[in-house]
């Protein structure tokens, strides 16, 4: 089947699928840039079968890994563009310019709104606050470096997220931009919430209830959040919410490799010994405060009234 795609979409693929592009945003731009140049891998004979083609890569960039809502998002800004452009009548010349000028719009909307973000979410960072950050989000960074841009002084501390330790990335970031920051065990969160002010995350998906799916752990940290009064607040941009869970559905967990959790070879020598590792967990709404997204800040039951207005279901 992927044999008729491009190398670049095959190896967008790959990277999704083994991590390499990895972070819902990232994810949604990578895959939405691959499709764009899909777009003239082939010259078709007619728009449907451009459709036809592009419609076949969609779905086979959706199947790269299953939670992140918005890579199906993203992608689907690409195939809406393309029914609204064969609806318009256009050409196939003119269709190809204008699905490849939308997958650069979305591109650049996610860009400009993780920025937003920034900017809304660093208005709720008050000067010396400590704030504990949970694997690696560009939104929730956007939102700690603009506090930090915005000359407020701020202590960080980032849980290590295993097993693939993104959280690594997250304080060598904050790190390099002088920001001060504390490397974690995600063992130490307990231990060190009584320090932190605020919590901010990111998110893979938002439930139209206000649940959000994001790294595994995210939800022990915003239990103990919630048990020592600490704020938590979801940086996420909009194209997060889950429009699949306005129709009652669930948003997929992905589960990953055993090795990941501990070594072939140790695993081999306790063949009694099951392993499950989840890549990610839901945090109830009860336990988050508020979700900023660019649009706005939103308590999570707030959620479903955002979702009604962007699908223009209200
Ligand atoms: C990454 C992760 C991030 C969200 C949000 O998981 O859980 O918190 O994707 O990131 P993984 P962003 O490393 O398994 O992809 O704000 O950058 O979209």
């Excluded at 919590?199 to 799916?213: L, Q």
Aim: proline share 5%; charged share 25%.
């Amino acid at each position: 089947m992927s044999e008729e795609f491009s190398p670049k979409l095959k190896q967008t693929f790959e990277d999704i699928r083994t991590m390499k592009v990895r972070g819902a945003g990232r994810i949604a731009r990578a895959a939405v840039s691959a499709l764009k140049d899909e777009v003239y891998y082939v010259s078709d004979s007619s728009p449907e079968e451009f459709y036809k083609r592009m419609q076949a890569a969609a779905n086979y960039l959706k199947s790269s890994r299953p939670t992140a809502v918005s890579l199906p998002n993203g992608i689907n800004t690409v195939i809406k563009s393309i029914q609204k452009g064969i609806a318009q009548g256009l050409d196939l010349k003119s269709l190809k310019e204008y699905v490849a000028k939308e997958a650069d719009v979305f591109i650049q909307k996610s860009i400009e709104a993780q920025k937003k973000i920034g900017e809304i979410g660093a208005k709720r960072i008050v000067n010396g606050d400590t704030v504990l950050t949970h694997c690696n989000s560009q939104s929730a960074i956007s939102v700690i470096e603009t506090a930090f841009k915005e000359g407020k002084q701020i202590k960080i501390f980032a849980t290590e997220t295993r097993p693939r330790f993104q959280g690594r990335l997250t304080a060598a970031y904050l790190a390099d931009h002088g920001i001060e920051v504390t490397l974690i065990p995600d063992t130490a969160a307990r231990l060190y919430m009584r320090k932190v002010d605020k919590v901010v995350v990111g998110a893979d998906a938002i439930a139209v209830n206000g649940a959000v799916v994001n790294k595994i752990g995210t939800s022990q940290i915003a239990a103990l959040a919630f048990e020592s009064r600490t704020r938590v607040m979801v940086a996420a941009e909009t194209y997060k919410i889950s429009p699949q869970t306005y129709w009652g559905e669930l948003i997929e967990i992905e589960m990953r490799s055993p090795y990941e959790v501990a070594p072939k070879s140790w695993l081999d020598r306790h063949p009694r010994i099951k392993v499950m590792n989840p890549a990610f967990d839901v945090t109830p709404p009860q336990y988050i405060d508020f979700i900023v997204t660019e649009k706005g800040i939103y308590p999570p039951q707030g959620i479903i009234m955002l979702f009604k207005e962007l699908y223009e279901l209200a």
